[in-house]
C-alpha cells in the first residue's frame, strides 16, 4: 500500500538493523542472552548512557512496561500516571496482569503530561489500608500525544518522587524523539534527570521487534532476569533481538531515525501551519501531529485514502516513522489544505 | 564459534524465512496483525492442516505453551502433564503465572510419555474440591528426551481426554520432527488423533522467533487474540513474526529442516551405536541424542570443545537443528568414539 | 467506648445472629459446608428470594465481590462501575488481584449512582482488541453515598446490560437497606429486576462475619466452589458462617435491622434538617447521612467526641446500624444543631 | 449427629473462645483491627512467644499459608515442601494463585518429614534461570500424617536454609499439638529453632474462625497488612477474630485443648496397640491415628456409622478436638478390635 501515516508501527526495518541482524545470522550462537551479540548490545547502552545500567531485553513495549512496573510494585502498590497514558488507555490490562493487582490511579493530564503537583495530591490523598499503596510514578517521554517533558519539568517531577519514596518509570516507547527535541543526551533525558528505570522502544525505533528496560539502580534490576523468563519475554535466539541495538547505538542512526519522524512532524506543520479551522490540537514537539478538523475535513482526507485514528472532539493523529517519505509528507499537507480550503 | 549441538536454538534463520522477512520490509504494512503477510501466514495454517482452525502468532514457546493452557483452564484448575515436561522443568512457573494458579499435576513417565492408564489414574484419584480439578492434558511431540508418540498413543490418550471431559493441548515446539518421524501429515499429527490445540514451533524450525497458536476447536479460541494482547504477545510490525511461516510453510522447508535434523540424530547413532559403555538413554527418534557415557568420555568430549547439558545419571544431550553440519556431526561421532574406546 | 456512628462495622452481633451460632455449636458438625446449617442457610436464601438460586457463604465484602467479578471475567475483560464505587476506592486492588487484571472502567456518577448512558457510552467506547473488552456492570445498593436505585432504575441499567451482552452485578453489602426503603422483596429488588448475580452482606446487617454470594443465573456459578476454595474463602468450620444466615432469615430481622438503620438516619435528618448552613449532600435513602457542614462545625463535632470520615468539601459521614441508639442519635443530632449554631 | 473424628474441623467453639466473643459483643469496636481486643490478642502472641513479633489475623489456614509464602516469595520463586503438604495436596491451588506463579518443589517426605538433605538436593539441582529460584522451605508441624519434628530436626532444617539464603515457614495449623508434643514453649517451638514465619492455627484449637500469622522477623512482615486487605482477608469487625485468642493464649487453653486430642490419639492407640493386622501408618506423636487396616475392617467401621478418610493402601484416619468424648474414643477402639478380631 501506498505509505500510510496512521502509526510508526506501519513502518519496515531501518537498513542499520537489517544489517545488524544479517551479520548476526553467520553461524551458531549460545540461546537465551549468552551470545556475543547480546553482551555488545548491553555494553552499548552502558556506553551511550555514560552509566553502568542493567539491561534486558524484552519483545515489545506491553511486556517491557508491564514488567518494568511490575518489578516496581508489590500486587497491592498503585501506580501513578497521567489518563491518557498508553498503559491505561491501549494495553488491555497489562499492567495489572503483569503486575497481579497494582491500580494504576490516574490523574488529569494536560498535554499529555503528568505534574508534580498531580502527583503529590494523588500520592497524598489517601494513607490508609484501603487505598493501594503508590509506589512508581510513570511517565511516557514523549507523550501519547506527542509532546516532550523538558529536562525542568521531569526533574521537577523526579524531585516529588523522591520527597515522596516513589520511583520514577519512563516509559520511552519513543525516546529517541525526545532526545533529539530536547537536544540532549540519552544521559541527560533519563537518569541526570532522575529516572530509575527506562523502557527505549527499539520497534519504532525502526527495529523489527524489541524494546530495552534499562534500570539506572541495580537494586530494581534484582531477578528481573526470572521474571522475564516467568511471563514468556526470554527469546531463546536472543541475538535477534540484540544484534539490532548494537548497530542502532553504533551508528547513532536512533538518534537519526527519531530525528526524521520529528522533522517530518514538523514539515507537514510548516504546510498547514496558516490554515484556517485546522490546526494542532497538541503542541508539535515529536513525530505526531494531532490534527484538530472539521469532520468533513477529516472525511474529505479519508476518501483521498488516508488511514488515521481519530479523537473525541475531531482529532487525526498522523505519526512518522524513519521511512517517512517527506513527498508523502507533502501529498498529506496539500490533500489537507485542500480539503480545509474546500 | 565451531558449530555446537548443545541446542537447536544456537541455529540461526534459515535461508526460506531469512527471504520471507526481506520480502516483507518492504514498504509499509498495518500493524498489529492486520496485515496481508500475517493472513496468508494464517490461511497457509489452514491450508497445510487441512482445515478452519484459529491461528494465532506469539513469540515465543513459553508464551504459547502457557497462554493456550490459560485458555483452557481457571486457575483452580489442573494440568496433566508428564514430570519431564518442559512446561514443568524449564518454565520458570510460566504455566502458573499465565494462568494466575493452575497446578501442574505432573505423573511419572517412560520415555518422556503419559499414558491414557497414568492420566486416568491422576483424573480420578480425587474429586473433592480440594483438588484442583483436571482441565487438560499436555503431550509434547516429539518429547522432551526425543521420543516420537506414535499416533496410536496419542489417539489413546485424546480417547481418554474425551472419556474424561479433558482437552489435549499439544507441545510442538519440534512438531515439524514428530511429523518427518511418523511419516504423516500435519492434520494426521495433531487433530485427527485428537489434539485441540497445538502449539507449532517456528524458533526451533529454522526462523529467528515465533510460534504459531492453532486451536482446532473454535470455541476453545475465544477472545484468545485479547489474551494474547494482555499478556505482552502481541507483535506491532506483526509481518515480521508471521511473514517467515508463509514462505516455511509454503516451501515444505518446515518439513525439510526437521528431516535434516532428524538425520543428523541417526547420523551420530550411526557412528557411535556399535560402541562399548556408551548408548543412547532413549529410542533417537527425533533431532536428539541423549548420550549415556561414563563421567570420563563426557569430560574428554568437554576437552575436546563440545558443549552439551548434562543429565543425572551420566547423560549429555545433543541436538541437530535445520543447519547442522554433517562432518560436525561426524566429528562429534568420532571424538565419542574416541573418548569411549581411550 | 460511647457509641459511635462513624462505621456500620462498629456494631457487634445482633441477637439472632448470636443465638444461632450458640445453637449452632451444639456437637460435631460436617466440615466445609456440608452440615445441615449450611444447607438450612442456602435453602433459607431460596425461599426468601423466591428461586432456585446458587448460593454460597465467603468471609467478607472485599472476597465477596471480588470473586463474584471474577467469576464474570477473564483477565482481560473490564468491570462498568460507578467511579465512588467501593472495589474501586477501598478495596486496595482487590478485583484485580483475585481476576489477575480485569480493569475497572470507572465512569462519573451522580448521587452515586450509573446511568444506562454512562454504560452505554464506555461499552461502546472502543471495540478494539487494545481496550479490555467490558464484561460486566456492578452497581452497589445502596450506593456508597447513602442513595438507593429505584427498581426502574435498575431495570434501565439491566436492560442496557442484556442489550449489550454484559453481566448486571450488585454489591449489596446493604441489601437489606436498599429492601426497606424500597418496600420491595428480595426477589423485586434484584433477579427481577434483572440482576445475574446479588452480594448480599451479612456483617452490616447484624452478623460477625459472612457474605452471602447469590447467582440467580446457574451457568455463571458453575465452579464458584472451586474459585472460592482457591482463594481462602472456605471455611473448615461453616457452620459458624452459615447458622446465623439461618436465623436471620427465618426471623426477618435481616430487614428489621436494616430498617432500625434507615430510620436512624431519618431521625438525625429530622433533627438537622432545619439548620442553616448545613445539610445532607446526597438524599438520604439509606442508613448514612453525609454531613455537609463548615470545618468549624465539624471541628465542634470532633471536640465533643465523635468519630466520622471526612470528605473532599467538608463532608461527614454517619451511618447507623442494628444497634444504633435513638438517644444516642439524638446526642448527636443535638451536638450538630448546637455547632451549627453556635 | 454421634462425635466423629474424621476431622478435627468436625468440633465447634470451645467454652473459653465462646467467652471471649461474648465479652467482646459488648457495645461498639473500632473495625478492621484498630480495637483493644486485636491489641491485647497480638501482645497476647508476643508475650506467649517472648518476642516482638509481628502479628496478623486471617480468616483460614488457606490463606494464612498462602499469603505468608506470598509474602516470602516472587512469582518466579519457588517454595520447597514435602509432597504431602498440606499446601500441595488440599488448597486446590491457593498457595499458586496468591503468589501469582510460585511453584511448590515437592520432595519424597519420610513420615511427612522434610529432611536437611532433600532440602540442599532440590535447592542446589539447578541454579539456571529455567529454574524458579528456591526462596521458602515449608514445614508443616505436627505433620499432615501426625508426626512430630524433634527441635533438632527443626533446628537442623532451619540451618540448611540459612545457608541457602532460604526463609523457614512454618504450617502450625495445629501448633498446639506440636508444643505439647515437644514438651516446650512455643518460642523454643518456632523462632528459637530458626522459623522465620509461623502459621498458628486457632481453628482446630477450639475457635470458629481463624489463624495468626507471626513473623519473628519483623523486615518479612512489611506491607503485609495490605497484602491482606487485598486478598480478602481482612475482618472489618475484627474484634471477633481476636478475641478468642485473647483467651485461649490467657488462659493456656490453647495448650490443654491441644494436650486433650493428643492423649486421644494415645488413648485410642493403647487400646488396638496389641491387634494383630492392623496398626498405625505413621508414628502416633499428635492428635491423629492413621490407622491401618484391612480393607473388611474398614468397612466393618463403616457400617457401625463411623466417618472417615482413607487412604491409598488401606488406611483411615481419625483426628481428635478439643471437644473428642474418651468415651467415644473408646467406643472407637472397641469397634476396630471387634472389627480386626472378626
Redesign the interface.
Known amino acids: 500500500?501506498?505509505?500510510?501515516f496512521?502509526?510508526d508501527?506501519?513502518?519496515?526495518?531501518c537498513p542499520e538493523a537489517?544489517q545488524a541482524?544479517q551479520e548476526?545470522?553467520?553461524?551458531?550462537?549460545?540461546?537465551?542472552g549468552d551470545d556475543d551479540w547480546t553482551h555488545r548490545a548491553a555494553d552499548g547502552f552502558r556506553t551511550l548512557f555514560e552509566t553502568e545500567c542493567e539491561v534486558f531485553f524484552?519483545?515489545?513495549?506491553?511486556?517491557a512496561n508491564?514488567?518494568a512496573l511490575a518489578a516496581l510494585c508489590?500486587?497491592?502498590?498503585?501506580v501513578i500516571c497521567a489518563e491518557t497514558a498508553h498503559i491505561v488507555?491501549?494495553?488491555?490490562?497489562?499492567p495489572?496482569?503483569?503486575s497481579?493487582?497494582?491500580?494504576l490511579m490516574t490523574v488529569p493530564a494536560h498535554d499529555g503530561k503528568l505534574t508534580p503537583g498531580a502527583i503529590r495530591a494523588v500520592a497524598r490523598s489517601r494513607s490508609d489500608?484501603?487505598?493501594?499503596?503508590p509506589s512508581v510514578v510513570t511517565i511516557t517521554q514523549p507523550t501519547e500525544v506527542g509532546t516532550v517533558y523538558t529536562l525542568d519539568e521531569v526533574r521537577a517531577i523526579s524531585a516529588v518522587c523522591r520527597e515522596l519514596g516513589l520511583k520514577l518509570h519512563m516509559d520511552g516507547s519513543r525516546f529517541g524523539n525526545a532526545c533529539d527535541t530536547l537536544g540532549c543526551s540519552p544521559a541527560e533525558a533519563s537518569w541526570k534527570a532522575g529516572v530509575d528505570v527506562l523502557c527505549f522502544g527499539g520497534?519504532?525505533n525502526g527495529m523489527?521487534?524489541g524494546e530495552a528496560v534499562l534500570f539506572f539502580d541495580h537494586a530494581l534490576a534484582f531477578?528481573f532476569?526470572?521474571?522475564a523468563?516467568?511471563?514468556?519475554?526470554?527469546?531463546?535466539?536472543m541475538r535477534?533481538?540484540s544484534a539490532p541495538w548494537v548497530k542502532m547505538l553504533e551508528t547513532g542512526v536512533w538518534r537519526k531515525n527519531a530525528a526524521h519522524g520529528n522533522a517530518c512532524a514538523q514539515r507537514l506543520m510548516g504546510a498547514i501551519g496558516d490554515l484556517p479551522g485546522v490546526g494542532a490540537m497538541f503542541p508539535v514537539e515529536a513525530n505526531s501531529v494531532f490534527l484538530r478538523a472539521p469532520e468533513p475535513v477529516l472525511e474529505a482526507l479519508r476518501d483521498k485514502g488516508w488511514r488515521f485514528y481519530t479523537f473525541i472532539g475531531g482529532g487525526a493523529r498522523f505519526m512518522f516513522a524513519w521511512?517517512a517519505d517527506p513527498a508523502r509528507v507533502d501529498a498529506l499537507g496539500a490533500d489537507i489544505r485542500a480539503a480545509a480550503l474546500g
Chains 1, 2, 3, 4 share one sequence.
Open positions: 500500500m501506498d505509505q500510510q496512521a502509526s508501527n506501519y513502518a519496515g526495518i537489517w541482524m548476526a545470522n553467520a553461524g551458531s550462537a549460545v540461546s537465551y524484552v519483545f515489545n513495549g506491553t511486556a508491564s514488567l508489590q500486587s497491592y502498590h498503585s488507555t491501549d494495553e488491555c490490562g497489562a495489572e496482569f503483569f497481579n493487582g497494582s491500580k489500608i484501603h487505598f493501594p499503596k520497534t519504532k523489527a521487534v531477578e532476569d526470572y521474571r523468563k516467568q511471563a514468556g519475554q526470554l527469546a531463546s535466539k535477534f533481538l521511512d
